[in-house]
């Protein structure tokens, strides 16, 4: 099996929510890449996933400014 890049939640849970609503964001539109490039019958779930992405990132954004 490839070694194939991995999603470090434990790295993700310690940093500060700005840096998490970046990454989130980043994510995103890595993931809209991927949608541009991929075959007709996949774009739809890169899309899916990058929307998500962007979900995440406005929770997070909401729930530091409430802590504030």
């Known amino acids: 099996m490839p070694d194939f890049p991995k999603f470090n939640a434990e790295e993700f849970r310690r ?3 700005a840096d ?7 994510l995103a539109e890595q993931t809209k890449g991927l949608a541009r490039a991929a075959r007709p019958g996949h774009r739809a779930g890169y899309l ?12 997070i954004q909401r729930a530091q400014k409430r802590e504030q």
């Open 48 to 59: 899916k996933v990058a929307r998500e992405w962007l979900k995440l990132a406005e929770e």
């Open 20 to 26: 998490r609503v970046a990454l989130c964001r980043l």
């Open 15 to 17: 940093l500060n929510s």
